[in-house]
C-alpha cells in the first residue's frame, strides 16, 4: 500500500531522512527481499498528529453522494472498511457507491474512474490510491470541477486533497519501543520492512529504527524490503533466521508477514513466545496466533473507524464546517494480555452485516 507522508508539515524531516536502498530488486522482481538502510539515524518519541475522530450526532445538510475508490476492494482491510463506510453514510444521511481497481498495478482504471465520478456529478470522492503521483492530476482536476476529494489512508502526493489516515510512524515506533522493552544484552532482531518505495511502509520503518535506535543493546541482524504476499514473506523470515538463528524478536509491517514469521519460527523449532514478534493491525488468523504465543503485540489504526472518519470529514466540509487538512487515528496497542477486551468495533463489521 502506498500513502502520502503523514508528517509534511509536523515531521517532514523525519519522514524524508529515510530512504529505503533496495538491493538487488527483490522487492520489485518477486524475490524474498533485498536489504535496506536507513541514510540516517533517528531518535525520540514522533511528535504527536491532529487526531482523526468520529463526530457524534453529526448529520448531512443535504443528501450528499460520496463515490468510494479502493484500490483493491477483495483485501480483507477494505473489505471490513466498507461496512465502515456504509454504516456512517446511512447514520449521517448520505450516499456511498465503492469502484474498485481491482488491483494496485490497475492505475489506469483508478483514473478513469475518478474521471467517470467527476462526469457522474458525486459531491465527493473518498479515495485510497494505487498509485500516489500517477492519480494526482485526475484528482485535482475532480476539485477543481468542484468534487470535494478525500485521502483514505493511500495518500495522493497532493497538498491540495484532506487526509485521513492511520499514524504509521506511531505504529512502527510502537512496534520497536515493544522489542526495547522485551530484549538487550546483545540480543538481534529481524524487520521485514516491506515493499520499497510506499510511503505508509516507509514511515512504520521510521518508527521502528527511531525507537530502536533508542536501545543500543539490541541489534539489527538483518532489514530486508520484502513482498507482503505469504510465499515472500516466508522467504524473507528465513533468510533471516538462516543469517541469524539465534534472533530474539521480529519486526513484521503488517499482520500477513506475522504469520509468514509465525510459520517459519515454528518450522526452525523455536517454542511460543521464545522469539517476540511485533507487527502492525490485526486479522482473525493473527488474533490466533497471539492466543498461540507467536505473535506478541501488535498496533491497531481501525479499518471500520476510519472508514467512519472519512464520511464524516466529507459531510463536515460539505456542510460548510472547517476541517484539518490532515488527521490521524492513533495506534491501539494489543496484547495476548489485552485481546480479550480490544474494541473490535473499530475493526472488524458485526456478524451477519
Not at 3 to 24: F, N, Q, Y
Not at 259 to 264: D, E, H, N
Request: a negative charge.
Amino acid at each position: 500500500m502506498s500513502e502520502h507522508k503523514h508528517r509534511p508539515s509536523l515531521l517532514a524531516a523525519a519522514a524524508l531522512s529515510l530512504t529505503l536502498v533496495a538491493c538487488g530488486g527483490g522487492g520489485d522482481n518477486g524475490e524474498a527481499g533485498s536489504t535496506a538502510e536507513p541514510t540516517e539515524t533517528l531518535t525520540g518519541t514522533p511528535a504527536p498528529l491532529p487526531e482523526a475522530k468520529v463526530v457524534e450526532g453529526l448529520k448531512a445538510n443535504s443528501s450528499y453522494r460520496i463515490a468510494v475508490l479502493f484500490p483493491n476492494a477483495g483485501d480483507p482491510y477494505f473489505q471490513q472498511k466498507s461496512y465502515g463506510y456504509r454504516d456512517e453514510a446511512q447514520k449521517v444521511g448520505v450516499s456511498v457507491e465503492f469502484m474498485d481497481a481491482g488491483g494496485y498495478a490497475n492505475i489506469d482504471r483508478q483514473i478513469s474512474q475518478i474521471e467517470n465520478a467527476v462526469q457522474q456529478d458525486f459531491d465527493a470522492i473518498a479515495i485510497a490510491v494505487t498509485s500516489s503521483t500517477g492519480t494526482v492530476p485526475a484528482l485535482e482536476a475532480a476539485q477543481d470541477a468542484g468534487v470535494l476529494v478525500v485521502g483514505d489512508g493511500v495518500f495522493p502526493e497532493s497538498e491540495e486533497i484532506i487526509k485521513r489516515g492511520e499514524d504509521s510512524e506511531r505504529a512502527g515506533f510502537n512496534s520497536g519501543e515493544f522489542l526495547c522493552e522485551k530484549l538487550g544484552d546483545g540480543d538481534s532482531v529481524g524487520l521485514l520492512l516491506g515493499p520499497p518505495g510506499i510511503d505508509l511502509i516507509k514511515l512504520r520503518e521510521t518508527g521502528v529504527r527511531r525507537a530502536l535506535s533508542g536501545c543500543t543493546d539490541v541489534e539489527v541482524a538483518k532489514a530486508l524490503n520484502n513482498l507482503s504476499d505469504l510465499p515472500n514473506s516466508l522467504s524473507a523470515a528465513e533468510n533471516v533466521l538462516q543469517s541469524d538463528p539465534e534472533v530474539a524478536g521480529f519486526y513484521a509491517f503488517n499482520s500477513v508477514v506475522a504469520q509468514a514469521v509465525a510459520q517459519s519460527l515454528q518450522a526452525a523449532g523455536k517454542q511460543p513466545g521464545e522469539v517476540q514478534v511485533t507487527t502492525v493491525d490485526i486479522d482473525p488468523d493473527l488474533e490466533r496466533l497471539m492466543k498461540d504465543g507467536w505473535v506478541q503485540h501488535t498496533s491497531v489504526g481501525g479499518s471500520v473507524l476510519l472508514g467512519r472518519v472519512v464520511v464524516d470529514t466529507i459531510v463536515q466540509k460539505l456542510n460548510g464546517e472547517e476541517v484539518e487538512q490532515e488527521a490521524y487515528l492513533v495506534p491501539v496497542e494489543v496484547t495476548p494480555e489485552t485481546l480479550d477486551e480490544f474494541d473490535r468495533s473499530i475493526m472488524y463489521p458485526p456478524e451477519g452485516s
